[in-house]
């Protein structure tokens, strides 16, 4: 339903359901976040930009904010394992950003997990179990520890093409990185393209 949410920050709240409220044209929407995100967040009346996902459980509608893309779709994977719902996807996102959750996951450290508030050993277990194969698909860079799904052929193709015009590695990756914020892995390598290259002309 939404995307993402741009407005200016005019309340946060840091307690056990941490939330901020943004006002986009005045209208207030209170949106619920992990403490790692809430110590991220501006100061009050500054702007301030989450991507969002609405949860309906039951009678109950709640919209979920997060800094990032990446957060946001560990989130998602998160919730997708029986018995982890929002509030426990939001609990693992303050003990771990996504890169740290896809590192402990995929080497099957279910222990690691029971660090995070009411995560006991058969639900740390169960997450490890039902995700592991989903996170192989996932790779993270080293210079943003940013998780980026495996290369498609369009992301392959821009890569290549960045190499040509003699770019180092560590600025092709962060490049990618970047655009991959913007488009799709599978959209054409022409707009993966345009959104590195903005990047490394550092005109952002």
Not at 31 to 41: E, G
Not at 66 to 94: E, H, Y
């Amino acid at each position: 339903m939404f995307d993402y949410l741009n407005g200016i920050l005019t309340d946060k709240i840091l307690d056990d359901n941490s939330s901020a409220t943004i006002d986009i044209n005045g209208v207030g929407y209170l949106v619920a976040i992990s403490q790692r995100d809430f110590n991220c967040l501006p100061d009050i009346n500054e702007s301030v930009k989450l991507f969002t996902i609405l949860v309906h459980k039951e009678d109950v509608m709640m919209l979920y904010g997060f800094l990032n893309k990446d957060a946001r779709n560990i989130f998602k994977i998160l919730t997708s394992v029986s018995g982890v719902g929002p509030k426990m996807a939001i609990q693992l996102l303050n003990e771990f950003d996504p890169a740290e959750i896809i590192s402990i996951v995929t080497a099957e450290n279910h222990k690691e997990l029971t660090r995070t508030k009411g995560v006991g050993a058969k639900l740390a277990q169960k997450i490890v179990l039902e995700l592991k194969d989903k996170f192989k698909d996932c790779i993270v860079s080293p210079a943003t520890n940013k998780v980026v799904t495996q290369t498609s052929q369009s992301l392959d193709d821009a890569k290549n093409v960045l190499i040509s015009f003699g770019y180092e590695q560590e600025e092709i990756s962060d490049a990618l990185n970047y655009a991959l914020d913007f488009v799709h892995k599978d959209d054409d390598a022409e707009d993966i393209l345009k959104f590195a290259l903005k990047f490394l002309s550092k005109e952002l």
